[in-house]
């Protein structure tokens, strides 16, 4: 049987009927914007009480101008941990946890939004006051400090992190979804290139494990030379993060359902590690911000932090928060709020020891808040909003422990076609 | 700092109410047919109309609301952030409705090709919803995807390709 264009014509316009849209979007989408308009509106309340209470002139100042930043790999970068049997005590688990083991959320830490600092970021408030504490890309140039890299591809950028030798890694995929890193030395010269349809980079990026369309997953040194390889046998394999010589890597079955497996670098060995998959990894705390499968609690949005010594959950939360990544310490994790719904620019940060949320943030003006990173010291958040509207990006850093957040980086521009695109200027490095 | 309601507001939003019950159905079977995924449709239509309400004022001055619309459902199925999001999502209200067509007619050949449609990498299924369903030319589907004419060239036939092969596959 070999379709042919009329055939796929009558079978789409088919199944399209199929689906009608019984509810009233419009209702949805004005009630979901009001909701977020009044969200915004208290926040920004709550962020020019919190200024006055400290005695500052505003909410979003000076974060920074007392001391220069520090970059992310300063003393609160984690130290380079080595899970070997002497020293960790417990290998990685090599079953599957039991569903008993994975399926008790414990207590469920809720947001208190009495207790919990409300900061307003906009890029209304306040001058440039301090200095970006993460490397980022702004039109196609790698900043790190004070050092600049032009990086040899102008489309088609998927990610950038920092390498152990000083070079840059550039991830890329062009329009037929061929996805390929770049090693750059130091001064922005290419000197190694494989396939990666996904990678991940340690945080001293010392290490980078890429997967090919064929789930084989490669371990590559700085200078992009190959260490090791492993089979998987699934194409949809993706590596999540590396502790050590452990590398974790995410498998996905024909259903959807993600497990999370371990392979000790050095050779061969592999075990299966929990159901669900890896957000990032924090080597210095050996812990990991699990995501479980949707059936573990359907309907509701749950984490775990996973420790990765003891190999078992240390707690569930569950509630309206997502967190995608850890503070430069891992003693936080943050991410986006999804109570908001899909497209939410407000993001929170938690607890990685219990889960209970100490800070939420948000865009007033702009409709998304496509990344956010936890970087620089302990209690930092590095965010790239995007605001008026969309039309303008920067990067900020909001600190927990005074509730304030800067402006890093004076505002760029984003053109109505790159914002419909959702392509943005400004990305933020990958470690 | 809060959006102030001015006195065009309503206008705008009985204007976007009036605009989304006339296109609503049309939007979410596009958004299906590009995620294979009746959930997922629906959170794509409410993120691409919540984004269109914001903008409203500036998009209903277009010729073709509905093409600017259906680009953020496209390009937020395409996009990574989304994908790692999505499984987090709270969904709240029924706002789809899906037929299970295998429950009522027979196996049919649609149905078949459909599982395998939807089985297609999603740059390759979105290429051929614009080309086959939406009926767009190469040059405006490469608009669409943001590509280039070559690259829709490349996905549809790539797309044509497995379809072939994993059909003959399933009948062998």
């Not at chain 1, 997967?211 to 200078?223: E, L, M, W």
């Not at chain 1, 850890?326 to 993001?347: H, I, K, L, R």
């Not at chain 2, 959930?39 to 993120?47: F, H, R, T």
Request: proline share 6%; glycine share 8%.
């Amino acid at each position: 049987m070999s379709p042919n264009e009329l055939d796929l014509r009558r079978t789409l316009h088919h199944d399209a009927e199929r689906i009608d849209a019984t509810g009233d979007f419009a209702v949805a989408a004005i009630g979901l914007e009001r909701r977020r308009a009044r969200r915004r509106n208290t926040m920004a309340a709550a962020a020019a009480v919190t200024a006055l209470a400290v005695a500052t002139p505003i909410a979003w100042s000076n974060l920074g101008t007392d001391a220069p930043p520090t970059p992310a790999t300063s003393s609160t970068a984690p130290v380079s941990p080595t899970p070997s049997a002497s020293d960790t005590g417990t290998p990685p688990p090599t079953t599957e946890p039991t569903p008993a083991d994975t399926r008790k959320p414990g207590p469920a830490p809720t947001a208190d939004s009495d207790a919990e600092p409300q900061v307003a970021v906009t890029l209304e408030s306040g001058p440039v006051t301090g200095t970006p504490r993460v490397a980022y890309v702004l039109d196609g140039v790698f900043h790190d400090g004070d050092r600049r890299v032009r990086l040899p591809v102008s489309t088609g950028l998927r990610g950038v992190a920092r390498l152990a030798n000083g070079g840059v890694l550039v991830h890329t995929a062009t329009d037929e979804g061929v996805s390929t890193m770049r090693f750059l030395d130091a001064s922005g010269v290419e000197v190694a290139r494989a396939a990666a349809q996904g990678l991940a980079v340690n945080a001293d990026g010392s290490r980078v494990a890429a997967t090919d369309s064929k789930g084989t997953i490669r371990i590559y040194d700085a200078q992009g030379d190959q260490r090791n390889a492993l089979r998987t046998g699934d194409e949809n394999a993706r590596p999540s993060g590396q502790w050590g010589d452990i590398l974790y890597y995410v498998t996905v079955d024909e259903k959807g359902r993600t497990s999370t497996r371990s392979w000790d670098t050095t050779g061969t060995s592999t075990a299966a590690v929990v159901a669900g998959s890896f957000a990032e990894l924090h080597e210095g705390r050996s812990l990991a911000i699990l995501w479980p499968n949707q059936d573990y609690d359907p309907g509701n949005t749950c984490y775990g932090i996973f420790d990765l010594k003891a190999g078992a959950v240390n707690h569930w939360s569950c509630g309206e928060f997502a967190p995608t990544h850890f503070t430069a310490d891992g003693s936080m994790v943050v991410g986006p709020n999804v109570a908001d719904g899909p497209g939410s620019s407000n993001f929170k940060v938690a607890s990685a020891d219990d889960g209970a949320i100490l800070m939420t943030v948000a865009a007033p003006d702009g409709a998304w808040s496509p990344s956010w990173r936890g970087a620089g010291s302990a209690d930092a958040i590095v965010v790239v909003p995007v605001s008026k509207r969309d039309t303008e990006q920067t990067i900020a850093s909001c600190s927990v422990s005074t509730g304030t957040c800067s402006t890093d980086l004076e505002a760029v521009s984003v053109s109505s076609e790159d914002s419909a695109m959702m392509r943005y200027p400004i990305m933020l490095s990958l470690n | 700092m809060g959006k102030v309601k001015g006195p065009g507001e309503d206008g705008r939003e009985t204007d976007f109410t009036a605009y989304v019950r006339a296109r609503q159905d049309g939007l979410t079977r596009f958004a299906y047919l590009v995620s294979a995924d009746a959930e997922s449709a629906k959170d794509l239509v409410q993120i691409a109309l919540t984004k269109a309400y914001l903008r409203w004022d500036r998009i209903c001055e277009l010729e073709a609301p509905d093409a600017y619309i259906r680009r953020i459902i496209i390009n937020e199925h395409l996009s990574w952030w989304r994908k790692a999001w999505r499984r987090r999502e709270v969904t709240s209200s029924p706002l789809v409705e899906i037929s299970d067509l295998a429950a009522t007619d027979p196996p049919s050949h649609d149905a078949e090709l459909w599982a395998h449609i939807a089985r297609l990498p999603p740059m390759q299924r979105a290429a051929l919803v614009l080309r086959y369903y939406e009926d767009l030319s190469e040059a405006q589907t490469a608009e669409f995807l943001g590509c280039s004419i070559g690259s829709v060239k490349t996905h549809t036939s790539r797309a044509m390709d497995r379809l072939r092969s994993t059909l003959r596959e399933a009948t062998a």
